[in-house]
């Protein structure tokens, strides 16, 4: 990706990486990603704003060539994480009169991650400066969104908020700016899902402080930027909002179909009750299509086969994920079968006890579905929409 400019003076010089299938190897990347660093240049001095991943560094000093960057005085790292930082090496050894700008948190893990030496460090505090003539970076701490040590940067003079993995997106697109908003909601929505969720508890107070600055446009760290911050702050307020919408998240795994009936059964009864619904079939999902799901839910269903006398590895792991991904759902449940008993329920309970939900009885059964089975199904859809009703 070229030099490109936000505003006079100002580049974005990060890298698209359009083949990664895996972020963290874990979290699925239909779209890619970017790594994004920006250059900013005032009258007296150059700051360069985070670097990229390791493997992408020769592209970015090839982009900071491509922006006329003959010096460099300030690399600021935002976040310590290596996809921010692993370029950070190789930028002090092409321009090793910069001094790295960062703050004490940070300054320990870039050590940790990078080897980098104290003495190539400036330390800030929450809400210190740095002039760089005519321009203005101003340091906003932000700590667990989504590690410790993460901070904001604000362009004063320009109204630019450089927001780190805060607000951002994984997508590797040509387009600078987010200007489809459609299309950049869902790629937002689906990276919040995913890396913000598990601290939204948090997420209010820096949207506040944010819409306290009156910025012009929002600079994250992955993906597009915003011209209108309004819009991406509003989608954040939705999905941070305590209360979940009508809605359930039917996730299953069934070896020999017992299960899949019984999960059809419950989806096609939530939504003739008026419950909305996404059926997830764990062996073939997508991650980020659950963790999607998990935004907007008031209720989680694990459905599942027995394995050696437990959950399903599939149905374990996608509530292990759950938990760790702490949506704001209220109500939890298990279904499934076996065929000569075990702990399913017990241990697929267990793997949720982060989510501060009421979990409503199972329905657990033996071998394929009765009808009583599946009346004790449509009970279960009775109880979920009248639950749904109270919230």
């Not at 994004?36 to 990229?52: E, M």
């Not at 987010?178 to 950049?184: H, I, L, M, S």
């Not at 990276?191 to 209010?204: N, Q, S, V």
């Not at 009750?273 to 073939?284: A, E, F, K, S, Y």
Request: one cysteine or more; glycine letters at 6%; a negative charge.
């Amino acid at each position: 990706m070229a030099a490109r400019s936000l505003k006079p003076g100002v580049h974005a010089v990060g890298v698209l990486d359009w083949d990664k299938p895996l972020f963290d190897d874990l979290i699925p990347l239909p779209d890619g990603t970017s790594y994004n660093a920006y250059l900013i240049k005032g009258q007296d001095k150059v700051a360069l704003l985070d670097t990229v991943d390791h493997a992408f560094c020769d592209e970015l000093l090839a982009n900071l060539a491509a922006a006329g960057t003959s010096k460099l005085d300030y690399v600021v790292s935002q976040h310590a994480e290596q996809d921010h930082s692993g370029s950070l090496p190789a930028v002090l050894a092409r321009f090793p009169e910069a001094k790295v700008v960062t703050n004490q948190k940070c300054a320990e893990l870039l050590k940790l991650h990078v080897h980098l030496p104290a003495e190539a460090v400036t330390l800030i505090k929450d809400g210190d400066t740095l002039d760089l003539g005519g321009r203005t970076l101003q340091f906003i701490f932000a700590p667990w969104v989504h590690w410790p040590e993460t901070m904001f940067t604000h362009l004063r003079e320009d109204k630019i908020l450089f927001t780190c993995d805060f607000l951002g997106s994984h997508r590797a697109t040509s387009d600078l700016f987010a200007d489809d908003e459609a299309q950049a909601y869902l790629a937002a929505k689906r990276y919040y899902a995913e890396i913000m969720m598990p601290f939204r508890a948090r997420l209010a107070s820096y949207i506040q402080k944010i819409e306290s600055l009156g910025v012009d446009m929002i600079a994250p760290s992955h993906g597009p930027v915003y011209r209108r911050p309004q819009f991406i702050l509003d989608a954040h307020k939705d999905w941070i909002a305590d209360k979940p919408k009508n809605h359930a998240v039917v996730a299953y795994v069934s070896m020999h179909g017992s299960t899949k009936i019984m999960a059809d059964r419950l989806v096609d009864g939530l939504l003739d009750r008026g419950v909305g619904v996404t059926r997830i079939n764990l062996p073939t999902m997508d991650l980020g299509q659950m963790a999607m799901a998990l935004v907007d839910a008031a209720t989680v269903v694990i459905g599942s086969s027995t394995v050696l006398a437990g959950p399903h590895p599939a149905a374990a792991s996608a509530a292990y994920v759950a938990n760790m991904l702490r949506p704001k759902a209220r109500f939890a449940t298990v279904i499934g079968s076996w065929g000569w008993g075990g702990k399913t329920v017990e241990t697929l309970k267990g793997l949720l006890g982060n989510l501060k939900v009421e979990f409503l009885d199972p329905v657990e059964i033996k071998g394929l579905p009765t009808e009583p089975d599946l009346q004790a199904i449509d009970k279960l859809a009775a109880t979920i929409q009248e639950k749904h009703a109270g919230l």
